[in-house]
């Protein structure tokens, strides 16, 4: 792990969506699902899932559900559903109602709030499974109203016997009723364009791959999508009455998400510092994805040592975190201070992982400095606004003329027409 001053580190990292092959690559296959439907869906589940099926075969029975609890413990029963409780709770509280303001000249605006309709859930495999982004994906769409919301996941996420039964248990307890076994970016593809098994969706939500990202860059406009999620972050920002084993033990398990996340400790405690990269050393060699851990500390994690807590602040807001933990004396005193990051940990009992799994608010961040003018997953990216304008007579009469001015200004005669002509009529 590197000890480097801020202005060595470079505080923007820039980070390419996928190789020019790997965009080429989804995008074909997106073309294809798009032309071929179930019949390319199958092929290219055969071909990287190495899961044959047949089209009856791409939904996931609710026999084959409810057999996934036989395999699960109960204490990941008892806290799957606490943390279900807690994140429901959590983005109830997030919901807004639909609002209408009647002017005494009889003009009345304002927004309609309706749910989207079909939503598409998508939850990885490949390198781990994760139960905890059912929960996060599906229970704020279920809060904000939508009716239809489908989960897609690769066939094999529990190796040889198919669909890891911690995913399907989580399916349940968040109330998925519509569940295939697909992945990759043929499963985007599936969800924004629809085959003859699967109909389309409005949006789709949730992390995956480099090609399940770059199928997503290439469906949105047909459909929304919620971020193109970039590797995994987390800044700790510290002085010297941090335990140097918690700001250690909370920089590996980011790191250990992927080769590419990044381990960042912002100090201008040199004695911290110092002692922070010796202790992930040693954590790292018991750690059992050290290999990934590893790569990921090597290539992007630091220890950036600054002249002061200040400074440390400035160095936050600009690498614009997805995860950021203040580990120091009044935490809450530098709150008012923090303008960029997707999820705030404060103090030494706040680990990154209580956001994770536990708390409530979502896991599904901001990455890529993007926390600078985006948001974590929520309610209102499942409703849709519409305005409403109702104009009394009255109140045309009186604003008509303003009107037509700025729509003249524009050079838009039509418009302007369209108002005078009932300005005419109602002076005659």
Same mark, same amino acid.
């Given at each position: 792990?590197?000890?480097?001053?801020?202005?060595?580190f470079?505080?923007k990292?820039?980070?390419?969506?996928?190789? !020019?092959?790997? *965009?080429?690559?989804?995008?074909k296959?997106v073309a294809?699902?798009?032309? *071929?439907?179930?019949e390319?869906?199958?092929?290219?589940?055969?071909?990287?899932?190495?899961?044959k099926?047949?089209?009856d075969?791409?939904r996931?029975?609710?026999?084959?559900i409810?057999a996934a609890?036989?395999?699960?413990?109960?204490?990941?029963?008892?806290?799957?559903?606490?943390a279900?409780?807690n994140?429901r709770?959590?983005?109830?509280k997030?919901?807004?109602?639909?609002?209408?303001?009647l002017? /005494?000249?009889?003009?009345m605006?304002?927004?309609?709030?309706?749910p989207?309709?079909?939503?598409? =859930?998508y939850? /990885?495999?490949?390198k781990?499974?994760?139960?905890?982004?059912?929960?996060?994906?599906?229970?704020p769409a279920?809060?904000a109203g939508?009716?239809?919301i489908?989960? =897609?996941t690769? /066939?094999?996420?529990?190796g040889?016997?198919?669909?890891?039964?911690?995913?399907?248990?989580?399916a349940?307890?968040?109330g =998925?009723?519509?569940?295939?076994?697909v992945?990759?970016?043929q499963?985007?593809?599936?969800?924004?364009?629809?085959?003859?098994?699967?109909?389309?969706?409005?949006?789709?939500?949730? !992390?995956? *791959?480099i090609? =399940?990202?770059?199928? #997503?860059?290439?469906?949105?406009?047909v459909?929304d999508i919620?971020?193109i999620?970039? /590797?995994?972050?987390i800044?700790?920002?510290?002085?010297d009455?941090?335990d140097?084993q918690?700001?250690?033990?909370?920089?590996l398990?980011q790191?250990?998400h992927?080769?590419?996340?990044?381990?960042?400790?912002?100090?201008?405690?040199?004695k911290?510092a110092?002692?922070?990269?010796?202790?992930?050393?040693?954590?790292?060699?018991t750690?059992?994805?050290h290999e990934?851990?590893?790569a990921s500390i090597?290539?992007?994690g630091?220890?950036l040592?600054?002249?002061?807590i200040?400074?440390g602040? #400035?160095?936050?807001?600009?690498?614009?975190?997805?995860?950021?933990?203040?580990?120091?004396?009044d935490?809450m005193?530098l709150l008012?201070?923090?303008?960029n990051?997707?999820?705030i940990?404060?103090g030494?009992?706040?680990?990154?992982?209580?956001?994770?799994?536990?708390?409530?608010?979502?896991? %599904?961040i901001?990455t890529?400095g993007?926390?600078r003018f985006s948001?974590?997953?929520n309610v209102?990216d499942f409703?849709?606004?519409?305005?409403?304008?109702?104009?009394?007579?009255?109140?045309?009469?009186?604003?008509?003329?303003? %009107?037509?001015?700025?729509?003249r200004?524009?050079?838009?005669?039509?418009h302007?027409?369209?108002?005078?002509?009932?300005l005419?009529?109602e002076?005659?």
């Open positions: 792990m590197r000890l480097l001053k801020p202005e060595q470079g505080l990292r820039e980070v390419e969506y996928g190789t !020019p092959q790997q *965009n080429a690559d989804a995008e296959i294809d699902i798009k032309a *071929n439907g179930d390319a869906l199958l092929q290219y589940t055969e071909q990287f899932d190495r899961v099926l047949t089209a075969q791409l996931v029975t609710d026999e084959e409810q609890y036989a395999h699960v413990e109960e204490d990941f029963l008892i806290a799957i559903r606490e279900a409780q994140i709770k959590f983005h109830e997030q919901l807004r109602n639909s609002w209408m303001d002017s /005494p000249d009889g003009t605006l304002g927004q309609i709030m309706r989207l309709k079909r939503v598409g =859930v939850v /990885p495999g490949g781990a499974a994760y139960p905890s982004s059912v929960l996060m994906n599906v229970i279920q809060v939508v009716p239809e489908v989960m =897609v690769p /066939p094999s996420t529990g040889k016997q198919g669909i890891d039964p911690y995913i399907l248990v989580a349940a307890e968040a =998925v009723k519509e569940l295939y076994r992945g990759g970016a499963a985007i593809a599936a969800l924004a364009y629809g085959t003859e098994s699967i109909a389309p969706v409005d949006k789709i939500c949730g !992390p995956g *791959n090609y =399940v990202a770059l199928a #997503k860059r290439a469906v949105y406009g459909v919620d971020s999620a970039g /590797p995994s972050e800044v700790v920002l510290a002085d009455t941090a140097v918690y700001i250690a033990a909370d920089l398990s790191a250990e992927d080769e590419m996340a990044s381990a960042i400790l912002v100090t201008p405690s040199v911290l110092e002692a922070v990269i010796e202790e992930v050393d040693r954590q790292l060699a750690l059992p994805r990934i851990a590893r090597d290539q992007y630091a220890v040592l600054t002249e002061s200040d400074e602040i #400035k160095v936050v807001n600009q690498l614009a975190p997805e995860h950021l933990e203040i580990i120091t004396e935490p005193s008012a201070y923090i303008e990051a997707g999820a940990f404060l030494p009992y706040s680990s990154e992982p209580v956001g994770d799994y536990f708390a409530g608010p979502n896991h %599904i901001p890529n993007t926390a948001s974590p997953v209102d409703l849709k606004k519409s305005s409403l304008i109702y104009y009394s007579k009255q109140a045309l009469m009186s604003n008509g003329d303003k %009107i037509m001015t700025l729509a200004h524009e050079g838009l005669e039509g302007a027409r369209a108002i005078e002509m009932r005419n009529k002076r005659l």
